[in-house]
């Protein structure tokens, strides 16, 4: 897709070449992390002081080390893999890294000339990266190849990733400087992208599904950990809640949207309606209702108000086919939220307190355990987030469990089905309409789950919690992350959530490059980052090496 | 299942009736497109449907299979009256196949063959998430059915394929392979050679041979000729909606009123000189 294309023959000419020029590059790049980027020692970092390596030009040596293993591997020639494909998304995003991170300093220390040799030889070294990527020829990569290694070997694999995911994590979360977190993002994209971008991921995937259980474990196991990493800050575990229960009630709109392929605009009421009956059964001293049930039973009771709404909304709307429901639930959404405004005793009975909401929601307690207070785990401080934390892991975990066991069973396969071919699968007997009706009511179900955890998180209820908007970054999640994938909605929730919350600086262009990253997307890859096949295929009808690696899998998987 | 591969006709009278339509009209605004169309059909029997195209054919398969709402007449099977609704038509038994193949293109054969078992499977979503030994049950049964089915119509070796990957033929054959799993006691073929090679077509008669001889009606709609008059008992003549002629293959074959709707009458001569 890239406009740089050489023509072939060059690329045959130069062939043999491109190999040590993407070497050198890494090496240089390498090389450039050792000298002094600044003379300034105050910004980003301290960047100035040669042989000793920080933020900044840790990440251009880790592109120079990336590119150098690409260049070797351009030479060996392994024929699962495209290295070329790697070393240009590599060599571009470190090109773009290198503009950002020279253009700040350049800003900051006002002018260019305050640039030292470091970031020059960086430079340098992209170029030829980026060089040796447009000049390599492309290999068709044969997925019948992969190598197979032992088991063990295998999950080593698996922890390795984790293990870097979880520090990744730790790690990302602990940047306060802006200009560094970006430089960082665009640092990640461009190595997760260039490893990816040689055919690696499908390699991984591949691997990923000869062990999930172990993955799985692996998976909780770090999501696990994580509060462990904090020292007991609250701060970035409020952002970790806050993501958590965004992507719970994501991955709930992603049975809906992704799975039996309806397109609802108004999840967010069901999330609220969780929200309102939590705040209204808790013992908060401006609830309106006398019944203050244990939690657990507080949870049913939303889940199931939420449900049923589902049911009202979705009964005489899914029977339409198109575009209906989108609107429909677009207006039950408003309806929400004006009823919530107005339910306050002056239009209708006193059940939400109008405009003000519910405040004043105690936190939870379970059985003596206070969800406010502090504890302590292995010398390790816990904090209240960290609680929360705990809990919605949990909600997290069900919440993957019904939506890969639904999508893998006699219901799921009834929704591919209808989203391949409605009418053929009437015709086949699938119960179209039962169908959709139930992905409604188990997509309101679980948000209304998260609702009532929500309500006690936030501490306080108001409508103007849920709005739109919120519906908007629900749906923004399940199509960047990708339709029909549970890990796609894990990563796309936590770009929509982390992001605004590290980018302080640009916090109100928010809308503005959302809605860029949306039409960017939708252009070059429009079945989100992390796509599920099927899906995949649905916008690529054409792209026979696609074809191919799904029929390997399912022959794989046939075994 | 043992298979005697005759082409004997199966003495209609002497088996029950399955699937009787009375009177079905379809009009589309001010076009008629089926025009007071009655038709029976017994056990074991093979139905021919032919004419000309745009005879409404296919719409009339659709009027049975409850697709389209008929403007009047009714279709019974085994007696009772079908709401025209595909869902209830499926679950009473009737299966169909399309002229232009509808398969769930991006699924396995194995998986779309698995969708047609859908309305004779029941777990439901908790029992689903709980994965008791009912369900594994159920979904075993399933998964074996649906192998036998792709063996039973010679696909046995393309179970993971996915349904786009597959050749024409195959995909014809998938399609007959995903009815049959709803369990049908009649079944309706919408053009089940078209864009096969002889030897494709040869195989395809034989496989509904076989279907017949398991029990089950079948209902053929075709253009290849020879394929018709040597695989039905009995063949309907179609044009303009009205059911021209009915009768045995040798009959229809000499009626001279069939050949002229094909090959066009004396007026329509004059006018193509």
Redesign the interface.
């Known amino acids: 897709m890239s406009k740089l294309r050489f023509s072939d023959e060059v690329r045959v000419a130069q062939g043999p070449r491109a190999p040590w020029l993407a070497i050198t590059g890494g090496a240089l790049m390498l090389i450039s992390g050792l000298l002094s980027w600044s003379f300034d020692n105050r910004i980003l970092g301290d960047i100035s002081v040669r042989f000793y390596p920080a933020g900044i030009q840790l990440y251009a040596m880790l592109f120079g080390l990336l590119a150098v293993i690409l260049g070797v591997l351009l030479l060996r020639r392994p024929p699962w893999m495209s290295p070329a494909r790697g070393l240009r998304i590599l060599g571009i995003t470190a090109i773009v890294f290198l503009v950002w991170v020279l253009g700040s300093i350049a800003y900051k220390t006002s002018g260019l000339i305050n640039l030292n040799e470091g970031g020059w030889v960086a430079l340098v070294g992209a170029v030829l990266i980026t060089l040796a990527g447009h000049l390599s020829p492309d290999v068709d990569i044969n997925v019948m190849k992969w190598p197979r290694l032992s088991s063990t070997l295998e999950i080593g694999i698996i922890i390795v990733l984790m293990a870097t995911l979880l520090f990744t994590v730790a790690y990302t979360l602990n940047i306060q400087d802006g200009v560094i977190f970006a430089s960082f993002l665009v640092a990640i994209i461009g190595m997760v992208g260039g490893l990816l971008g040689t055919g690696f991921g499908g390699y991984l995937g591949f691997v990923a599904a000869n062990n999930r259980r172990p993955l799985l474990l692996a998976a909780f196991l770090v999501a696990f950990l994580f509060p462990f990493t904090q020292n007991g800050s609250d701060a970035n575990m409020s952002i970790a809640t806050q993501i958590l229960i965004f992507a719970a009630t994501a991955l709930g709109l992603n049975i809906v949207v992704g799975l039996a392929g309806l397109l609802d605009l108004g999840y967010v009421a069901f999330l609220g309606t969780g929200a309102y009956v939590g705040a209204m059964l808790s013992s908060s001293a401006f609830s309106t209702v006398g019944w203050h049930p244990p939690f657990v039973v507080v949870m049913l009771v939303g889940a199931a108000t939420a449900a049923t709404f589902g049911l009202i909304i979705g009964t005489p709307t899914l029977r339409v086919s198109g575009d209906y429901l989108a609107i429909v639930t677009l207006g039950f959404g408003e309806i929400f939220r004006l009823a919530m405004f107005n339910l306050d005793g002056n239009n209708g009975p006193d059940l939400t307190n109008g405009p003000n909401g519910i405040p004043a929601i105690p936190d939870l307690n379970f059985f003596g355990f206070d969800f406010g207070v502090e504890h302590t785990l292995a010398g390790i401080p816990l904090g209240r987030f960290s609680n929360y934390y705990f809990l919605l892991l949990l909600l997290l975990m069900f919440v993957i469990l019904v939506f890969t066991r639904l999508n893998d069973s006699r219901i799921g396969r009834g929704w591919v089905a209808i989203r391949e071919d409605e009418r053929a699968a009437e015709a086949m007997g699938v119960n179209v309409f039962g169908l959709k009706l139930l992905a409604f009511a188990v997509g309101a179900f679980l948000a209304g789950l998260a609702g009532t955890i929500k309500a006690h998180q936030d501490t306080s209820v108001s409508p103007d919690q849920y709005v739109f908007l919120e519906s908007a970054f629900l749906l923004a999640a399940v199509v960047l992350g990708g339709m029909g994938t549970v890990m796609g909605v894990l990563v796309g929730a936590t770009i929509l959530k982390l992001l605004p919350e590290k980018l302080r600086e640009v916090n109100e262009y928010r809308l503005l490059i959302f809605g860029l990253l949306l039409v960017v997307m939708m252009r070059f890859r429009p079945e989100g980052l992390v796509p599920n096949k099927r899906r995949q295929l649905e916008f690529h009808e054409e792209d026979t090496e696609l074809v191919e690696l799904v029929q390997a899998e399912h022959l794989h998987e046939a075994k | 299942m043992t298979v005697t591969e005759t082409k004997d006709a199966a003495p209609a009278e002497s088996h029950q009736l399955i699937l009787e339509a009375t009177g079905v009209t379809m009009r589309f605004g001010g076009l008629t497109a089926v025009d007071d169309v009655s038709m029976k059909v017994h056990e074991g029997e093979i139905v021919g449907l032919i004419g000309p195209n745009g005879a409404g054919k296919t719409t009339f398969f659709n009027c049975l299979?409850g697709?389209y709402i008929p403007t009047e007449g009714r279709v019974t099977l085994n007696g009772d009256t079908l709401p025209p609704k595909?869902?209830a038509v499926?679950?009473a038994g009737m299966?169909?196949t399309?002229q232009n193949i509808?398969?769930?293109?991006?699924?396995?054969a194995l998986?779309n063959v698995?969708?047609?078992?859908?309305?004779?499977?029941s777990?439901?979503?908790i029992t689903?998430?709980l994965?008791g030994p009912k369900?594994r049950r159920?979904?075993a049964a399933?998964r074996e059915r649906a192998q036998e089915l792709l063996d039973y119509v010679g696909l046995g070796r393309s179970?993971?394929?996915?349904a786009?990957?597959m050749p024409y033929g195959d995909q014809r054959r998938l399609e007959i392979a995903?009815?049959l799993?709803?369990d049908p006691q009649i079944l309706l073929l919408d053009e089940p050679t078209a864009g096969m090679n002889p030897k494709e077509t040869e195989e395809t008669m034989h496989l509904i041979f076989k279907i017949r001889d398991s029990g089950l009606a079948v209902v053929v709609i075709e253009h290849d000729m020879r394929f018709i008059f040597n695989l039905c008992d009995r063949v309907l003549c179609l044009v303009r909606g009205q059911l021209l002629v009915e009768g045995t293959p040798g009959e229809v074959q000499s009626d001279h009123r069939v050949i002229e709707a094909y090959i066009g009458g004396d007026d329509e001569e004059e006018e193509s000189a």
Do not use: D, K
Not at chain 2, 102 to 108: D, G, H, P, W
Not at chain 2, 114 to 121: A, L, Q
Not at chain 2, 159 to 162: I, K, V, Y
């Open positions: 299979t697709m595909p869902l499926v679950r299966a169909r399309f509808r398969l769930f293109a991006n699924m396995t998986e698995m969708v047609g078992r859908y309305c004779r499977t777990s439901m979503a689903s998430i994965r369900f159920e979904e399933t179970t993971e394929l996915l786009r990957n995903r009815a799993a709803t």
